[in-house]
């Protein structure tokens, strides 16, 4: 128990997790865990002062480009067309699928020249409140990130130079930039658009966003116990904590591969393997986890917690001390899901537009 503790508190103190008490474990605290099933209004008002926890608000539109419906038609056209690919065949929507929670229901995506890529296809709900895009978080805006694929060679293989042209090439185009931009077709107007349009993908307003604006009938008496395991016991909230549930910071969780995450992008060797915290808004709806797409179900998810991991070498330190193992009881692990599953909410589906030069 010191042990764990006192990797909490190093958490709290180089990393910015939470410090407060619900953080703390209360493994063995049969006392405190009675409290909740014996003292549910008492739960509720801890769980409901809980700094990590606030419910989700607006996602946040830059000045100089607002949202206007002439933005967000062209974004959503431009999300799915194959034609802003080097064979003409795949399309944002290839790997972020309405239908499939906007990703591809694949372990890894399916690389341009055949064969599996590295990655699992990362869901793009509520991509618009994260601070930085991607598992390695290379990209610091959807701006940025919406021409990352486009040009990666094992993604859309198309240069944006002849992407652009093409464009100018095909009726109709030209006249819907023009109405969006007053420049007309260029990388940063694309570019524009697409983050536009992914700005709607949002799952908000979940009986947990009820629950904490103060709807006590929000959440069942399984799911409220739950949530008080996901800020106490199984550690969640220390890493999955305010708007959208990611602290928007990069771990090692264990995952034994071989993939160099953060640090591809920052060279500094404490960041080798990390990846960012996903959120977890639209969580049902996309499955395979984790950015290998290794756990296909939530319930290994939380059971790859329960059993402390892999026992990857470069896994992350405080990581180490807190599921070493977690211990959770198959009825925890019942309470723990059934609040999960509380975030899967109802993404919005957006259908195929017609695309311009198509009948």
């Not at 290839?94 to 995506?109: A, E, R, S, V, W």
């Not at 797409?293 to 896994?315: C, F, K, M, Q």
């Amino acid at each position: 128990m010191k042990k764990r503790l006192l990797g909490f508190l190093l958490c709290a103190a180089l990393a910015g997790c939470s410090g407060d008490e619900e953080a703390v474990p209360h493994e063995g605290n049969e006392e405190r865990w009675a409290s909740v099933e014996g003292n549910l209004e008492g739960t509720i008002e801890r769980l409901r002062s809980n700094s990590a926890l606030v419910p989700l608000g607006d996602v946040q539109i830059p000045e100089n480009t607002p949202m206007t419906p002439e933005l967000i038609e062209l974004g959503k056209i431009l999300f799915f067309d194959p034609r802003l690919s080097g064979n003409n065949e795949v399309s944002c929507q290839t790997c972020h699928d309405p239908t499939l929670g906007y990703g591809d229901n694949k372990q890894t995506f399916d690389k341009y020249s055949g064969g599996e890529g590295a990655r699992n296809s990362p869901t793009i709900i509520n991509s618009g409140y994260y601070t930085s895009l991607f598992w390695d978080g290379r990209a610091v805006s959807l701006e940025e990130q919406a021409l990352g694929p486009i040009e990666n060679p094992d993604e859309m293989n198309q240069p944006l130079d002849e992407l652009i042209e093409e464009l100018k090439g095909i009726e109709g185009y030209e006249d819907l930039f023009l109405l969006a931009f007053d420049e007309g077709i260029t990388e940063e107007n694309i570019s524009k658009a697409l983050a536009a349009f992914q700005r709607l993908v949002v799952v908000k307003d979940t009986p947990y966003d009820q629950f904490l604006l103060g709807e006590t009938d929000a959440l069942t008496a399984a799911e409220i116990k739950g949530l008080d395991l996901f800020t106490g016991k199984a550690f969640c909230s220390t890493c999955h904590n305010g708007q959208n549930l990611s602290d928007n910071n990069y771990y090692n969780i264990g995952i034994n591969t071989k993939d160099e995450g953060r640090f591809a992008v920052t060279g500094e060797p404490g960041d080798l393997g990390r990846m960012r915290t996903p959120g977890l808004y639209g969580i049902t709806h996309t499955a395979p986890y984790m950015r290998d797409g290794s756990l296909a179900t939530l319930e290994e998810v939380i059971e790859y917690y329960n059993r402390g991991g892999d026992g990857h070498p470069n896994t992350s330190f405080f990581i180490q001390q807190f599921m070493s193992p977690l211990n959770l009881s198959e009825d925890e692990q019942a309470d723990l899901l059934s609040f999960l599953q509380v975030l899967g909410g109802e993404p919005p589906i957006f259908t195929k537009p017609v695309l311009p030069g198509t009948d």
